[in-house]
């Protein structure tokens, strides 16, 4: 396709409408039909990126290859896409206007009067554009965080308003609203959508299509009635019903024929020709499974699902190749000791050990993972559960009684996780972190060798703290691993037990690059593991 086509995804009249997932599920559908795709999602607060927002607030943070702390929709899209997202995915206002002043100070506005229209605006315009000035992408998705009406989302409308003007046929904008079902009057009722559509009219936005999310089916008169006043064409009238898994919405929107509705707006040929049968064999595994196992996730955000978002997704991604279920029961590690330990976590057949920051749970997450390893249970550990598994193996193998890491206290004798060189000399709280991809070496004749089937991976990693490598001829001779390392810095990215069936601690976070296409080798491998460790407990 010569010129990239822009489609805007924005919500109304509440929010969680689940405007991620129909971006990646359009999305997914026109990859289907052999286009090139990328999302964008455009952020309305003024933080820079969610790196440094608690995960109770804003679910998890996800990473991107290049290092972006960004928007957990963006771990939709990879999952969606199998294709790898970067920061130009993920702005946010507090990026834009830094970027604005930052121009403003270098004097390159030549003493105007700097202003949200058009210089804001033209700031959004610009990020929007970058991605299809790249020549790689057919199709700019691009998801508008937010309710249309809200004052933050005012000048991403009002770009989207230009574009619009500016592309004519090569830009078009989706509408997301509520048609709730009012149960006395026993009704659909089309007024939210209307008002909704009425306020975006205001902004000088007409949508094109209307993705209706509803409880119940919309009949043709409802429909009908949502295109005359909304002037839109009936077609682009698409009902999302609440669906049983996300994974769903992608088959759902393909029988509305979103996917269609779009092509023909944009001036497209429709062709019938489809590739999903990946997909549709992975929702009817998803949805047909043979077992069902139970793995325990030990965190401190446990109860927010959408602070272990990935992991969750992994699991979902790693359970169907195993044709099983994961009941993933989210435990808290504030309420573990070493004394409840057996049973806090009886009957689980897997126990992962969740990443985090600071004190907060660390004892019991120390507790799990001393049950695990004592009593033989598969046990993977992520980032801060991989440092856990090093402080246990030190206090209980080693017998440093206060190893630790010097995260949490700076004046232990065995710091047996501590901070690099080089990032001791970094104060600021934001941006000082190991971001992103770094190469792994996998140590020949390990299990991680076995599970990976390869050498050399490549994983993302969100942390300051890092094995110290003091102690790793100690640790290897004890029988902790260290299986694979970081070439460029020697630094320990793996760890796992020799005298255990599975016992593997991570440093970097596998759950980022998890996708449907491709189902993380280590989550595959450990759910399979939980699986043999519950036939074997049966037996
Ligand atoms: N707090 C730890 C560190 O900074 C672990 C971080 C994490 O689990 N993502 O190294």
Not at 491 to 511: A, T, Y
């Amino acid at each position: 396709m010569a010129t990239a086509k822009y489609i805007f995804v924005t919500g109304g009249v509440t929010s969680s409408l689940g405007k991620g997932i129909i971006s990646a599920s359009l999305a997914k559908l026109l990859q289907a039909r052999g286009f090139s795709v990328t999302i964008q999602k455009l952020d309305p607060y003024i933080n820079i990126d969610p790196g440094t927002m608690n995960p109770y607030e804003h679910g998890e943070c996800y990473v991107t290859d290049d290092g972006a702390e960004t928007d957990l929709d963006l771990g939709h899209y990879e999952r969606f896409l199998n294709i790898p997202t970067s920061q130009a995915n993920n702005i946010t206002t507090g990026r834009v206007y830094q970027s604005v002043i930052n121009k403003e100070r270098q004097g390159v506005y030549l003493g105007k009067t700097v202003q949200v229209i058009p210089h804001i605006t033209d700031e959004i315009k610009h990020r929007v554009k970058l991605l299809g000035e790249t020549g790689d992408f057919d199709f700019i998705i691009t998801e508008i965080g937010g309710t249309v009406g809200d004052i933050e989302s005012l000048p991403y409308i009002e770009a989207v308003r230009q574009m619009k003007w500016d592309l004519s046929t090569d830009c078009m904008v989706i509408h997301l609203t509520l048609v709730p079902y009012l149960a006395a009057s026993g009704e659909l009722k089309t007024k939210p959508t209307q008002h909704s559509v009425k306020a975006f009219l205001e902004a000088g936005v007409q949508p094109d299509i209307l993705v209706c999310r509803t409880e119940r089916h919309l009949n043709d008169e409802i429909r009908q009635k949502i295109a005359l006043f909304c002037n839109v064409t009936k077609d682009a009238v698409i009902e999302s019903i609440d669906a049983k898994t996300i994974y769903d919405v992608p088959l759902l929107m393909q029988e509305e024929k979103l996917d269609q509705v779009v092509l023909r707006k944009l001036g497209l040929p429709v062709d019938s020709s489809y590739n999903l049968d990946t997909w549709t064999d992975f929702v009817y595994k998803l949805k047909n499974p043979k077992s069902e196992v139970r793995i325990g996730l030990i965190g401190k955000y446990v109860e927010l699902k959408d602070a272990y978002k990935s992991i969750a997704e992994s699991f979902t991604h790693a359970g169907v190749t195993n044709e099983t279920t994961v009941k993933l029961e989210r435990i808290h590690s504030e309420d573990i000791t070493d004394e409840n330990a057996a049973d806090k976590l009886d009957g689980l057949m897997g126990i992962l050990v969740a990443p985090g920051f600071g004190e907060r749970g660390i004892e019991g997450k120390i507790s799990s993972i001393k049950y695990a390893r004592e009593n033989k249970i598969p046990f993977l550990g992520i980032c801060m559960g991989m440092q856990c598994a090093v402080i246990e193996f030190g206090r209980n193998v080693m017998g440093y009684s206060d190893s630790h890491s010097t995260e949490m206290d700076p004046e232990t004798t065995h710091p047996v996780i501590d901070i690099m060189e080089e990032q001791k000399r970094v104060t600021l709280k934001g941006g000082t972190m190991r971001l992103g991809a770094f190469n792994c070496e996998i140590k020949k004749g390990t299990m991680v060798n076995e599970i990976y089937g390869m050498n050399k991976i490549s994983e993302r990693h969100r942390h300051r703290f890092e094995f110290n490598n003091k102690y790793l001829k100690e640790y290897e001779n004890e029988g902790m691993l260290g299986s694979g390392v970081n070439p460029e810095g020697g630094l320990i990215e793996i760890i796992e037990l020799k005298d255990h069936p599975w016992f593997i601690g991570v440093q970097f976070h596998p759950e980022y690059k998890s996708t449907v296409a491709n189902p993380h080798p280590l989550f595959v491998n450990f759910v399979r593991a939980a699986v043999e460790h519950g036939e074997a407990v049966i037996s």
